[in-house]
């Protein structure tokens, strides 16, 4: 079971940080993936990443503001800053076992629930 938190309200430049955590596994040989849907549009893929040698896949509007890391064993992060109205949405963690990183939402098999982010003045 994944679970991801940290959603909250912040205003526009703000910084906050998102945690997905495994209960019952340990995603050593799991890839990780954060995605988002705001209301009305499709699930969008923010960030995936697999071993901590390789470098995360990020999506280009999330770029060279949002950072994803392993935090432990059980836990991936999720530091997003600089955040936009835009960035508001629901955002949901999502595993798959292997090593390949994907920003699709159909390569992931286990999702956790989602954590309401909303940036606004």
């Known amino acids: 079971q994944l679970q991801a938190s940290g959603g909250g309200l912040v205003e526009p430049g703000g910084s906050l940080r998102l945690s997905c955590a495994a209960s019952?596994?340990?995603?050593?040989?799991?890839?990780i993936g954060w995605f988002r849907q705001a209301p009305g549009k499709e699930r969008e893929g923010v960030s995936c990443?697999?071993?901590?040698?390789?470098?995360a896949t990020y999506g280009d509007s999330v770029k060279g503001r949002f950072t994803t890391a392993r935090d432990g064993a059980k836990t991936v992060s999720l530091q997003m800053n600089s955040l936009k109205p835009e960035d508001t949405a629901v955002y949901y963690c999502?595993?798959?076992?292997?090593?390949?990183?994907?920003?699709?939402?159909?390569?992931?098999?286990?999702w956790g629930q989602g954590t309401q982010v909303t940036v606004s003045s």
């Open positions: 999502a595993a798959r076992a292997g090593r390949l990183c994907f920003l699709r939402q159909d390569k992931f098999a286990l």
């Open positions: 019952g596994f340990t995603l050593d040989y799991y890839s």
């Open positions: 990443i697999t071993s901590r040698d390789t470098p």
